[in-house]
């Protein structure tokens, strides 16, 4: 059985990811490990292992990794696009200290070491639609800058010490669970809070925006099936793209308009995440992933659109 460290298990895809993998390995198999005390996370995180650690602190990873017999980590620390604009050299610090870090306490200790990219990894030279699996990767932001360099660094890392990375490119991830925390993509979080508390909603990203998008199950069967995967099959190993849905936010109101039929929605463009939503893709073409190993998403926006509703009603009453 895989013994399992998710560092930055607070944030919004650990904290949905750590109790998920619990309910495939075991509560005793997965630690969860955050900067933040024990007393200031969720129920789910406060049910099973948890250690507090900072990504910087390689003396202290290992004392976790050593303590709890780890053989596979998480890696979901990262600050994400907006943020990262505000703050760039923490940015650089935090994704890629971190991550250097990780792959070799991973190269000296033997260990899997599953690392995400981003949407964020292109930039506006890149082929907008169907973005191809290997293609020029020129982003315009801190954020894709410090994920194109985990990616050739865990490709690095694979080819010349043999270890055991993986990780895929996300594109925006929608949660009914937690809130999202500083992306690019938050507006497609926000809006559903927003049409059932209000019926309206201010979009920060200009009408006919397109981007790829992903519902939270999606994104962890992704985590975990990429991790599960045949070794043999993968020819990319190393961030994959994966796809289900893209959309503009006319599109998603219609949607949510559906289910709320008073609901409206304008806009005030912010020219910081317009601008970094318009480098990024339309679509991504994730037809190596479904060669590879096997992916294949549930989600649409539609069914999505009718979950997040179902649910964000009851948890909003």
Partial sequence: MKKILVIGAAGQIGSELVPGLRNIYGEDNVVAADLKERSELGET?????????????SEKIVEIIKKHKIDSIYNLVALLSSVGEQKPQLSWKINLGGLVNLLEISREMKLALFTPSSIGAFGPSTPKVNTPQDTIQRPTSMYGVTKVAGELLCDYYFKKYAVDTRGVRFPGIISNVTLPGGGTTDYAVDI?????????????IKQGTF??????PDCLKAAVDIMEADPSKLKHRNCFNVAAMSFDPEMLAAEIKKHIPSFKMDYKVDPVRQGIADSWPDSMDDSAAREEWGWKPDYNLVNMTEDMIKVLKEKLK
Avoid: F, R
């Avoid at 559903?192 to 920060?204: D, F, M, Q, R």
């Avoid at 981007?211 to 939270?216: G, I, R």
């Fill in 45 to 57: 995180l406060n049910k099973g292992l948890y250690e507090k650690a900072d990504i910087l602190d």
């Fill in 192 to 204: 559903y809070y927003e049409a059932i508390k209000h019926a309206k909603y201010t979009c920060y």
């Fill in 211 to 216: 981007m790829d998008m992903m519902y939270m």
